[in-house]
T-cell receptor, first 111, second 114 residues
Framework: AQSVTQPDIHITVSEGASLELRCNYS??????LFWYVQSPGQGLQLLLK??????LVQGIKGFEAEFKRSQSSFNLRKPSVHWSDAAEYFC?????????FGRGTSLIVHP | KAGVTQTPRYLIKTRGQQVTLSCSPI?????VSWYQQTPGQGLQFLFE???????NKGNFPGRFSGRQFSNSRSEMNVSTLELGDSALYLC?????????????FGPGTRLTVL
């Protein structure tokens, strides 16, 4: 069965600092991997996705993620965080037709 | 293009009642998926409809059902509500659907069961 683990429930960073959100997955074949962001009172917005090819994926809002098959990881990064990045971030694995989401990481940004 | 809309945005029901939630996808999208989001269980997939047919179903009891109309609008129904059904219900639309098409999410319907 597929699964996703986001080890960090909360992460606090200062505005302008770099960010890395961790995601580990379990899936039998090559997975489809996604990162979504959810702002309060909003639905989810896709930041980026990985299906195949280049393991470093660029997304919207200055985010990127790197697929590492050997570590079963798909960590999300941003070089400089803005206050507007404060939100809940979800990693998800697809591949089968039933997507599985991680429990989410809440990002807090200090001015 | 208008985004995904969900109605109502908030709903309060009592145990034992039933509820119907509505989702209007982005124009041209043929797939609608439904998700339940709770603090305890996180985001869980309910089902996906594509061209009026249920294509995939998550691990939820039969009290949770849905349908899709010819204009791709979808409804989700929960019968015999339980306290544990209190959640944010999200729908998402895409053109070709799961697993690889980008899904566009609506703002959700917040259901409270008393």
């Amino acid at each position: 069965a597929q699964s996703v683990t986001q080890p960090d429930i909360h992460i606090t960073v200062s505005e302008g600092a770099s960010l890395e959100l961790r995601c580990n997955y379990s899936y039998g074949a090559t997975p489809y991997l996604f990162w979504y962001v959810q702002s309060p009172g909003q639905g989810l917005q896709l930041l980026l996705k990985y299906f195949s090819g280049d393991t470093l994926v660029q997304g919207i809002k200055g985010f990127e993620a790197e697929f590492k098959r050997s570590q079963s990881s798909f960590n999300l990064r941003k070089p400089s965080v803005h206050w507007s990045d404060a939100a809940e971030y979800f990693c998800a694995v697809g591949g089968s037709y039933i997507p599985t989401f991680g429990r989410g990481t809440s990002l807090i940004v200090h001015p | 293009k208008a985004g995904v809309t969900q109605t109502p945005r908030y709903l309060i029901k009592t145990r034992g009642q039933q509820v119907t939630l509505s989702c209007s996808p982005i124009s041209g999208h043929r797939s609608v998926s439904w998700y339940q989001q709770t603090p305890g269980q996180g985001l869980q997939f309910l089902f996906e409809y594509f061209s009026e047919t249920q294509r995939n179903k998550g691990n939820f009891p039969g009290r949770f059902s849905g349908r899709q109309f010819s204009n791709s609008r979808s409804e989700m129904n929960v019968s015999t509500l339980e306290l544990g059904d209190s959640a944010l219900y999200l729908c998402a639309s895409s053109y070709w659907g799961l697993p690889d098409n980008e899904q566009f999410f609506g703002p959700g319907t917040r259901l409270t069961v008393l």
